[in-house]
DNA sequence: TTGAAAGCGCTAACAC
DNA sequence: GTGTTAGCGCTTTCAA
């Protein structure tokens, strides 16, 4: 036997009440008198009422929800992204619903869907690597959805957007490494069609360009985690002209190659150098302690929330787009040279 | 002007049927005819329909949603246990409504009373290290909500349970450092009144004394995390009797200890051997890799979800809680000695 | 200062 | 095979 939760009109007929000054009393609405609202209260609280927020909800049309489109919490530097958007969230009063799509494109389309169904009041979204087509993203703005693109975002969609600067951040990070002495560095990267990638790669050839090196496409490889990492890199390393340095667009796939080199005999940093990016823990706890790019990420995730929360409370009909930049910082430890 | 969703009524004016004909329809009703389907999901097809849970979930006073009480996702152990939940979770057609407590006592009260508003239909539960009164939580139980808790269970509430074997993993862990050589093997444990803990330390001692070595709580300390590692493990080893390994609750922990000892000259695992709790992706990462107990984090949450959803679907009055456990499994890498 | 009544969007008896 | 009707629990005009 389901005990069914205590109701407002329960409330009013216990107290001789109308079911509207009960939940006046609740909203603390100036009108009703402070005896009624101290009755009210009172029996809430000895009588357990929860307020059935699927029911105001529908009612009042809000349903003080936001949705979040991540690819996968288990990566540092998402799970950190989400404690920025939750702090921010939770201070505006609003609840959080999380979707993963695992990077898989299927499983973004439906979290689109499920937070259609759940009429959110806006979307936090990074999209899947594998995501090709945009129109689930279009769906939720044909349906006024307020929504903001955190990191990887879309730029086939006209909506707000906040992301690293990854192409400065690439960029500073290999001309360190050219600084202190690198000449051949290989560049691991993501295979998608996001700009983030794109950024990434440029920084990393411009900087060896502005520094008078040549591109070589053969130190260019698709890898992006620990795993793949442990594959190609005795490949790279065993090649006429081997690289000198790795540049890997996150701190696991730097970490397999930092592996990889050390079990091999060469000596970190002083024959190979390797930078990360993200600065995760991780790049503390392996040896030597990485290098790697700090890309802000909690305060990445606060800030989407901020952007989204304006556009939720003031709907601006004049749709220019906000496009924020988060600054990366370079964080030098021990898996590259000091420089002279 | 935000545009209203199409409704239901909407779909029965256009089409001139009434809105339980398509709700059935919808539904996909055995007694409605199948022109009028085809007719009705068109027409959603065409008008891009999204039902609104808000109001479905009132009317059946089922929202198809779980709560997840979870300390913190962006611990490995964690993150994977929530892709367990949520696979099973998806199977079974069920939203999940997750929150972090992070690791605070006042959080996990909040998320209660926001998974009772919610009307979620069932809740997964691992307790913050900080809860030591748990009436939220029976708070639950008294609104008839199933709950299972996972890991961090909570003895004082009758319900369902799911852990991992703490006690055998810690002991064959410690079993293993003591028949590798090791004499005097610290504990780096976690203060807190959860079963969990004092599990991990029984299964420790009572190793030791099996082995005929002394229980020395000198060599016995509070310390759950890298950053307090790092400050404790030097003391440990400037003892008069310094330990010749070192016992830990997780990878993180495991870790520091690493990095210190390393720093400070020892040879790992000759002069000392390092055992983490949880096998996280982590333990591959260190150099040497380390030696850890792995808690089946996935399967455990999996197997979470499937008895809380045993419980919501046929709801048994005869209130004998089940009481699972999960193996451990000692996975021996590099930070401790191989067995002669 | 409070109450009556309508309705958010959906479902499910019950009727025909 | 389809329609009518009532109501889930709440909020909010309008009236008193």
């Given at each position: 036997m389901k005990k069914r939760q205590i109701t407002i009109k329960d409330?009013?007929?216990?107290?001789?009440?109308?079911?509207?000054?009960?939940?006046?009393?609740?909203?603390?609405?100036?009108d009703i008198s402070l005896i009624t609202k101290e009755r009210?209260?009172?029996?809430?609280?000895?009588?357990?009422?929860?307020p059935n927020v699927l029911a105001s909800s529908l009612r009042t049309s809000n349903s003080k929800t936001i949705g979040v489109i991540i690819p996968q919490i288990v990566h540092y530097f998402f799970s950190s992204v989400l404690t920025g958007i939750e702090d921010e969230a939770e201070k505006a009063g609003y609840k959080i619903f999380i979707c993963q799509s695992n990077e898989i494109y299927e499983k973004e389309v439906k979290a689109v869907q499920a937070l259609l169904?759940?009429?959110?009041?806006?979307?936090l979204a990074s999209?899947?690597?594998t995501s090709a087509r945009y129109e689930h993203f279009q769906d939720l703005i044909d349906n006024d959805i307020p929504m903001v693109f955190f990191d990887r975002i879309c730029?086939?969609?006209?909506?707000d957007r906040i992301v690293v600067d990854d192409y400065a951040g690439s960029h500073n990070a290999v001309d360190y490494m050219v600084k202190t002495g690198c000449r051949r560095i290989a560049f691991f990267g993501t295979l998608s069609h996001l700009p983030i990638n794109n950024n990434r790669r440029m920084g990393y050839e411009d900087a060896l360009r502005r520094n008078g090196l040549p591109v070589d496409p053969v130190l260019m490889r698709v890898c992006d985690n620990y795993t793949d990492a442990l594959a190609l890199t005795p490949q790279l390393l065993a090649l006429p002209e081997p690289p000198d340095a790795f540049f890997a667009v996150n701190d696991e796939t730097a970490v397999g190659i930092l592996n990889v080199?050390?079990?091999?005999?060469?000596?970190?940093?002083?024959?190979v150098s390797i930078c990360g990016f993200t600065n995760s823990v991780l790049s503390e706890y392996c040896d030597p302690m990485l290098t790697s790019v700090d890309q802000h990420s909690y305060e990445?995730?606060?800030?989407a929330m901020q952007l989204l929360l304006d556009k939720i409370t003031t709907p601006s009909d004049n749709h220019q787009l906000a496009s924020r930049v988060i600054k990366t910082q370079l964080v030098v430890r021990n898996t590259t040279r000091p420089l002279s």
């Open positions: 409330i009013a007929n216990a107290l001789n009440i109308s079911p509207s000054t009960v939940s006046r009393s609740l909203a603390d609405h100036p009210v209260i009172e029996f809430t609280k000895v009588h357990g009422y929860k169904e759940t009429r959110v009041c806006g979307v999209v899947a690597k730029t086939g969609i006209l909506t080199v050390k079990s091999l005999g060469y000596k970190v940093p002083d024959q990445l995730g606060a800030t």
